[in-house]
């Protein structure tokens, strides 16, 4: 397979069809959040990027007023074991994770928040083969949230430590890798009611 007349390697062909796939997912999410009467607006943006965020933010709160409820979700993974991994997959992982959240939380009014949401692993706590950087990265977000608790009572503050879904992150590789160790993945429907029940507790 060529792009711009060049032929991809296999690992940047997987990453040019993971796109595509995302893509496709999240045009079919959108459409039927709208078919159920939902206003919905989708920015892609790089969630490192304090001033990206901050820009779409302003514009989010100055069409639809102050932002009450807030769910950090964004994640990445660059499987390795630590003698292998870069300072550079390490960064990637954790900032996706930290400096997201970092960003997010300064460009909105805590005060007027209600619900703050973390998309956590129970690899913060259990470990993971490989996952140094992105268990490192998901307790820091559950420390976090105990301090926002304390310090902001007012906010239904939660930090999820999620198992390994069905789709999403969990490549065909890493269903197996589960798969072989005995761990069942979430399957999507019944993950989403278990979060709108945690969400409501």
């Not at 965020?53 to 514009?59: A, F, G, I």
């Not at 994640?75 to 292998?84: F, N, Q, S």
């Not at 307790?139 to 009572?153: D, F, G, I, T």
């Not at 430590?161 to 761990?183: C, I, N, R, S």
């Amino acid at each position: 397979v060529k792009a711009d007349g060049k032929i991809m390697p296999p690992k940047a062909l997987k990453r040019w069809a993971q796109r595509i796939l995302a893509i496709r997912e999240i045009r079919a999410n959108l459409k039927e959040m709208r078919s159920y009467g939902a206003t919905v607006t989708y920015f892609p943006v790089d969630v490192t990027d304090g001033a990206i965020v901050e820009e779409k933010l302003q514009h989010i709160q100055k069409k639809w007023g102050a932002i009450t409820g807030l769910i950090h979700g964004a994640g990445v993974l660059a499987d390795k074991l630590i003698a292998e991994k870069s300072i550079d997959d390490f960064n990637w992982v954790f900032d996706v994770k930290i400096r997201g959240m970092g960003a997010l939380l300064s460009c909105i009014d805590l005060k007027k928040l209600k619900l703050l949401c973390f998309f956590s692993s129970v690899a913060a706590r259990t470990g993971n083969e490989g996952q140094s950087d992105y268990a490192a990265a998901n307790e820091v977000l559950n420390r976090m949230a105990h301090s926002l608790k304390q310090s902001h009572p007012h906010i239904s503050v939660h930090s999820i430590g999620w198992g390994p879904w069905e789709g999403g992150m969990v490549t065909p590789e890493l269903k197996k890798y589960f798969t072989d160790k005995g761990v069942h993945l979430i399957p999507l429907e019944e993950g989403a009611e278990l979060f709108l029940k945690e969400l409501n507790e």
